[in-house]
């Protein structure tokens, strides 16, 4: 099944029932991957101020890592959840995932200017060698 975007603009256009596409003011017609579907969503309630509520294999996916892993995160309580009532699964915001990735990613850098640090004062780290390591990761 398709729908019939009514747009001026994209009179005509057609987007498979299941496909994802973005539609601007002017009738522009994007399409969409899942994973930007789901950025954009994400994105778009977090400006709205709605909360969107996602079962921790989804967490999983958007952290890549295992659903088990996530459950640890969870029972730590670094990151907050809640119940669905009749299945009693755990749920967690979208926005809350999202801002320990974050937090995730600056205690990993902080970590590694740490190290760098000991191990300079130590002279264990080469300049030029990291300056070699870096130029070839780009």
């Known amino acids: 099944m398709t729908a019939v975007l009514e747009q001026p603009l994209a009179k005509g256009t057609t987007v498979a029932r299941g496909d994802r596409a973005l539609v601007s003011s002017d009738g522009d017609v994007i399409e969409l991957s899942v ?16 909360r969107r509520m996602i079962t921790t294999g989804d967490a999983a996916k958007l952290l890549n890592c295992s659903a088990r892993t ?13 119940r669905n009532g009749s299945t009693g699964r755990r749920m967690v915001d979208v926005a809350d995932v999202m801002d320990y990735q974050k937090q995730e990613r600056e205690r990993m850098r902080q970590s590694l200017a740490s190290m760098r640090k000991a191990a300079t004062e130590m002279g264990l780290y080469d300049a030029d060698d990291a300056d070699d390591a870096n130029s070839s990761l780009s």
């Open 70 to 82: 996530v459950a640890r995160i969870l029972d730590s309580g670094r990151l907050p959840f809640t």
């Open 35 to 50: 994973e930007a579907y789901e950025a954009a969503l994400n994105a778009a309630l977090g400006v709205m101020g709605r």
